[in-house]
C-alpha cells in the first residue's frame, strides 16, 4: 500500500494513504497531535514514579519519541511497550521531520535507536526508558492487569471500524491496572458507548488543533 510523505499544519511530516485517504497523524499537526493528546492529558498524569505506558499502533514512532523527550521532566521511569501489525522500515522513518520540528537534533540518534531496535525484546534506551516493540495484531492483545496508562493510536474508525469495537476496549480494559487511563485523540459516540459498556469512566477532552474534542477513559 502506497504511504506518501506530507507536511501538516505544524510544520511536522506524516505518512498519508492515498488509497483509504487516511494519514498517520493529523494533517493539522502530526507532533501538535502526540504532545496534547498523550503527552498532556496521558503522560502528565504522572509524576515522579515508574509507568509502564501500551501504545496502539507504533506507526512513525512519534509517540515513543515525544514520552522519551517529556519522561525525565517528570521524573518517570518509562516501561513502554508499542504494538504494530505493519512495521515501517527505517528508511521510511527517517523521512520523518520530528526531531527538527522538536526543536531536539539530540534526539535523531534516539529516534534510530528506537526504530532499529530489535522487535520482540525489550531495549534500554536510557536509564530510565526502556523499550519492547512487539509485531502483532491489536486483536491478538491479552495482556492483564500490566500497563498504567495506553495511548489509543490506531488508524481512524472510519478506515478500520473493527479496531474500535467493544472486543478491542475489552482487551484494553483488561490489559490496564486499576485506575489506569487511556486516551486516544477519538471523539466519536460509538467509541465513547463502546469505552462505557467495558467498564471504563469516559470523559470528553478539548482536542488537539483542528478537532473539538478527545476521550479519556479510566479503568
Not at 15 to 23: A, G, H, L, R, V
Not at 183 to 188: A, H, I, L
Request: hydrophobic content about 35%.
Amino acid at each position: 500500500m502506497e504511504r506518501k510523505v506530507i507536511i501538516t499544519s505544524d510544520g511536522s511530516t506524516t505518512f498519508q494513504i492515498p488509497e483509504w485517504d487516511e494519514c498517520f497523524h493529523s494533517k493539522h499537526g502530526a507532533v501538535q497531535e502526540a504532545l496534547h493528546v498523550f503527552i498532556k492529558n496521558g503522560l502528565h498524569l504522572f509524576e515522579n514514579q515508574s509507568v509502564s505506558i501500551l501504545e496502539i499502533g507504533f506507526g512513525t514512532g512519534l509517540n515513543a519519541l515525544v514520552t522519551y523527550l517529556e519522561h525525565s521532566k517528570l521524573g518517570l521511569k518509562i516501561h513502554y511497550e508499542t504494538v504494530e501489525g505493519y512495521p515501517l522500515s527505517w528508511e521510511e522513518a527517517q523521512q520523518m521531520n520530528y526531531c527538527n520540528q522538536l526543536n531536539n537534533n539530540t534526539l535523531q540518534s534516539i529516534f534510530k535507536e528506537i526504530h532499529q531496535s530489535e522487535w520482540e525484546k525489550e531495549i534500554s534506551i536510557s536509564e530510565s526508558f526502556f523499550i519492547k516493540k512487539r509485531k502483532q495484531f491489536f486483536e491478538q492483545i491479552d495482556d492483564f492487569e500490566q500497563f498504567d496508562l495506553i495511548y489509543f493510536d490506531a488508524f481512524g474508525a472510519r478506515v478500520q471500524p473493527e479496531l474500535w469495537e467493544i472486543s478491542i476496549f475489552e482487551k484494553m480494559y483488561k490489559a490496564l491496572k486499576k485506575g489506569g487511563y487511556l486516551v486516544t485523540y477519538s471523539s466519536k459516540g460509538t467509541v465513547q458507548r463502546a469505552m462505557k459498556s467495558c467498564g471504563f469512566q469516559v470523559e470528553k477532552l478539548q482536542g488537539p488543533p483542528g478537532k473539538r474534542e478527545m476521550l479519556r477513559a479510566k479503568k
